[in-house]
């Protein structure tokens, strides 16, 4: 939806022998790279009027000449018919007094430091492409790398601003005679879509092809390089391949071999695995409705939706049973699916007729692979095959990943198809600000005047490679919008690559640097979302924000993740918190749940001497009896032993308690099947109340405590080690009692400080069944909540958070 | 510790500080005795000595730690091994010694005697002579037991230079043994884990692995990695010379134990301290040979060429088995976990 956000000017009486008056309108909002000034050109030429458009850095100009009711008709088309990858906003309107044209002209774009620049991100094929590569007559039949003004890449090719084919990656590759014409011809939809490209002129596909002893062929050749690659992958073969944002790593999503080998090679063992399905055109979900459920629920449905937008994200999704590899989500109902997104993805999809796994070509944590040979190199031990082409990937951006919870899409990666994600903000700030993010799944977000803009996602910023394109989307951001800042914001942990960062960029640049404690970023993600659609910023109301994830910093040098803040941004004050428990083992922590199961059983001295110890060492939440005592005794000494309010350990501990694994790949995997067993003892009685499943539905006990409301887990133990229940009913109950414990510290501070509205934020939300147990009964108990919709409120939206914070942080003081 | 009903002189009481009888006894009864040699006189005020090189080495070190026995050595060993090494490594043959022992009180007689027993022991092996030194008696409560100070001197060829400012891109880093037993020996004594395995400190004396590779042109620079270990050094001379420390995790030699403690833990072996280690920067041209010496060594027999010196940011890098990248920082204060 377009908005206007300027005014109109007052116009003066005019001599009614001049019917034709000049408009000049300034347009901003995404209008560049998505076939926008054609689109002006068309709807003047409509309406009869004279004049010319012009990109200038980011928001286009337009002078029109005509009449009043021409020009109404003209804007009102601008609003409501502009194409569907643009989002205008009339920024002004004025009348002006200029020469009088003949004719309609599109100028050449025009640079300029002040205007509001807009990098518009990477989109799907469109369907009129998709006629095209389907068509033998068409010049650009079975063509790769087909694209128009409606679609195609933008911000992984996109060099500079103003977005013109010289300031991309296809600056090398010379229009032909044929492809100059399009690129010319006003009327053309590829009149001035700066990645055009044709088998004659534009990039071209690649296959080389590793044996058993690692030798290469090369083959070149659009068709010759499919047919090899689509063979490799009918051999059970996996191949690497160069999309849009960067490399996957891809194989038949069918074929449990193929799946296990490639998660053998890539030493994932079982951290689930996207899914991509053919996009046909007009029956584009044909393939995905095949294997994946399909019930008529809402929800469903706007999983379906939001799977074929035109940003092309991965959703999870309920797949169905014995379809797919069982390796691709291990111990999971859910999969990672997405449609093919760019023509190369369309033609190995139809002529593979398979899904395909395509998961990211990198090494874990690391941001994807964009180029050529550092992907040949670091992916040899990995791929059979890389299938690749010429055209440079600027930057990386990987696939977004959205979840749909409780009716709305919650955004847990952001990158192709959304980044940058540009926002603007409900105030003016006073200086450009930088804000560096968290450690993990990191994102920067730069911020200046009224507007935001989040980076793709960058990944753990352990490793050189993360910190090399960390530090490359920072420079890159500030070139493009032309922005320096005066300001860098970090997390308040010493330990974090960021924080360092922003220590010495703050020394370098001269400027200050500003420390936001974790949650409070955290609930800064909640205010700034929720204040996103307001124009002017007016909020006298309070909050109460829940801030549960697994490790952050607190100000008390303790590591929190259970609590709740009241009060407003730049104010919140700490209300609601976890009983604290001990927690050993530094970062191991977070990827061995047993660490978190001992921790709550030693901290209640469930366990803990010799004798107990023994009787609990044939249970499958223990390391080894040496161990064991090893950890134990370091426990007690407080060895690399840190006290924890983290809920996301208690969701570790559980499923640690309930046999799901004593480690873990990654972070997360034990709360992930938590949720499943959890989501299936439900679905089972999918119609029942839940009043009737002789469920315990009061909350966990709380305490105050130096001004805190603090819950005690301690019965949580009980219920997960006694052997009345299965472990789905235990898992069932322990979601329960989490949820209703958070009603219950919401109702004690109300009780406290009145009314206030509710925010959730933190990766354990990130539990759809939690988060929407929890929504449901804030709604039944009249509270006002809300779980931010536009902007990730895991760790990839730390940045964002710090911006919001750090803004009114400055504002209280 | 201390029992009324014990004989008086089985503990150091401050009347052993006093400068009388008591402490005369103790300077002659123990440390005279123990660390006697020809040039430890305990009648004169200093010591005259005579160099057969013009250059010297001079250092100084000061010696903690908790417990004062453990297996491998104890804080009388560490001080003849502290002083001993960093003279090694600065290309010195170490010659004499000067020590300061600042007993506590109550401290039980036949442990001290036992510690300055390992240290006549540590300095008679890595052939220094103690040739003054000096003792003082704090009162209960204001030391752990015993500290030592001592400073060394060793004679140095002429001409020798060693520095990190002589490291250069494409130089080897070597490593002469496993990493982090000392630091884990001492941590699993101190917190009195019991548990079983035969792991020892390494400390020792790293003089026949110094000097062994000395004539070597393409030596740099050698540092034994005491405090925050391995990383931290590096992390020193990335610093200094402004460009990658890049290491191969596959090639750092860990002991089986060090490394199961540490999973256990969660502590880097890499940080944990050594007392017997040399890390060494040599040519790429002189790498295999230094590294063939050293294995022919007793103390090298798990030497590794561990990594290399590149072009690139001021950043130690390990190279992971799966061909990752992952930075080694800086040793912070008291590590917090970072994960969520």
Redesign the interface.
Known sequence: MAHITGTVKKRKAMPETLQRKSYELVITGQVQGVGFRPFIYRTAKKYHLKGWVKNCSGEVITLVQGDEHQFESFKQAILNQHPPLAIPFIHSIKLVKEELFDRFVIKKSATSEQAQRHIPPDFFTCNDCLDEISNPQERRYRYPFINCTQCGPRYTIIKDLPYDRPNTSLSSFPLCHSCNKEYTNTVDRRFHAQPLACAECGPELSFIQLNDIKAETNIIGNEAALLKAIDALKHGKIIAVKGVGGYHLICDATNEQAVRELRKRKHRPDKPLAVMFSASGYNELEQLNHYCHSDKSNTLSLEKKRVSSPQRPIILINAKKGLLAPSINPGLNEVGVMLAYSPLHYLILKDFGLPIVATSGNLSGEPVLTDNQQAEQRLNNIADGFLQHNRPILRPADDTVIRIIHGKQRLFRIGRGFAPLELNLPFNLKKPVLAVGGQMKNTVALAWDNRVVISPHIGELDSKRSTKVFAQVIDDLCHLYRVSPKQVICDAHPGYYSSHFAENYSNEHNIPLVKVQHHKAHAGIVYGDFFLKESTFQDKKAWLVFTWDGTGLGDDQTIWGGEGFYGQAGHWQRVTSVKPFYLQGGDKAAKEPWRSACALLWENKIIGNEEQNSQHFSNEYLPEKESYSLAFHAWKNRINTIESSSMGRIFDAASALLGLGKTSSFEGRGPMLLETKCQNYFSDKSQANISQLNIDLSALPLYKKNELIISDWSELLTLLMGDKHSVEKKAFQFHIKIAETLIAQAQKIKSIKGDFRIGLSGGVFQNKFLSEYILKRLEEENFDAFLPEQVPYNDAGLAFGQIFEGHFQEEKA | MSNENEPKEQYISLAHGNGGRYMRELIDNLFAQYLANPFLNTQNDAVTLTLEQPEIAFTTDGFTVNPLEFPGGTIGSLAIHGTVNDLAVAGATPKYLSLNAFIEEGMPFEQLERIVKSMAKAADEAGVFIVTGDTKVVPKGEGAGVFFATSGIGIKKTGLKLGMEQIKTGDKILVSGTLGDHGTAV?LAR?????KGDLQSDAASVFPLTHSILSLDGLRFMRDPTRGGLASVCNEISRVIKKEVHLYQTEIPIHEQVD??C?????DPLYLACEGRVVAIVSEDNSQQALEIWRSLDAGQDARIIGEIREGNA?V?LETE??????L?EL?DD??????
């Open positions: 941590m917190e009195q884990f019991g548990l199961s403690v999973e256990i833990l969660g502590y950043n890098v799966l061909g990752g990248e992952r930075f920082e912070e590590p917090l976990p970072r994960i969520c």
